[in-house]
């Protein structure tokens, strides 16, 4: 069975710095790997796709690297801004079944 | 497009009670998502639709809980009877196609089972 795992669970740190989130998953059969955000109180928006014969994706600020064999994905935030501001998730896409197992999260504050 | 819509976004209930959650994906979206996120478990996968059959129903918690989905632009599900510990926000999402394509999040539905 598949599991996801993030960490740190919680960051906070000042407007402008350097991030790195980090997604560890078991099964490393994956078919992609995805980071969504998430507002308080709101759904999920997908920020980052990354096909498993790939090695990193970026927009903008963002960028997602994937280690298949490792198991492990990082999300790369530049000059952080307080909007932010979020629980960022990473999901992994499993085999040929439609299924996306999410990790526990990492929520992110980014302060003035 | 305005994207996935899930109706209502709050309910409120007493145990019992029989809840019905809707959502309606983005047109032209061949699969259909519903998930349940809570604070202990955090977001899983209760079942999915492919042109409104259901494929996987395993996440489905018991037979308290039914879905279907009647035709391509409407999904249900139901929750009878309910109890506190359903509780949770459930989210509706859609996907142009399966195989890890990109999928596509409602707002949720906020649930509370008093």
């Known amino acids: 069975k598949q599991e996801v795992t993030q960490i740190p669970a919680a960051l906070s740190v000042p407007e402008g710095e350097n991030l790195v989130l980090n997604c560890s998953f078991t099964?490393?059969?994956?078919?992609?790997l995805q980071w969504f955000r998430q507002d308080p109180g709101k759904g999920l928006t997908s920020l980052l796709l990354?096909?498993?014969?790939?090695r990193e994706q970026t927009s903008g600020r963002l960028n997602a690297s994937l280690d298949k064999s490792s198991g492990r994905s990082t999300l790369y935030i530049a000059a952080s801004q307080p909007g932010d501001s979020a629980t960022y998730l990473c999901?992994?896409?499993?085999?040929?079944?439609?299924?996306?197992?999410f990790g526990t999260g990492t929520r992110l504050q980014v302060t003035l | 497009d305005a994207g996935v819509i899930q109706s209502p976004r709050h309910e409120v209930t007493e145990m019992g009670q029989e809840v019905t959650l809707r959502c309606k994906p983005i047109?032209?979206?061949?699969?259909l998502f519903w998930y349940r996120q809570t604070m202990m478990r955090g977001l899983e996968l209760l079942i999915y639709?492919?042109?409104?059959?259901?494929?996987?129903d395993s996440g489905m918690p018991e037979d308290r809980f039914s879905a279907k989905m009647p035709n391509a632009s409407f999904s249900t599900l139901k929750i009878q009877p309910s109890e506190p510990r359903d509780s949770a926000v459930y989210f509706c999402?859609?996907?142009?196609?399966?195989?890890?394509?990109?999928?596509?999040f409602g707002p949720g539905t906020r649930l509370t089972v008093t």
């Open positions: 990354i096909q498993s014969s790939q």
């Open positions: 047109s032209g979206h061949d699969y």
């Open positions: 099964d490393s059969a994956i078919y992609n």
């Open positions: 639709f492919n042109n409104n059959v259901p494929i996987d």
């Open positions: 999901a992994v896409f499993t085999g040929t079944a439609s299924k996306l197992t």
């Open positions: 999402a859609s996907s142009l196609r399966g195989g890890g394509y990109e999928q596509y």
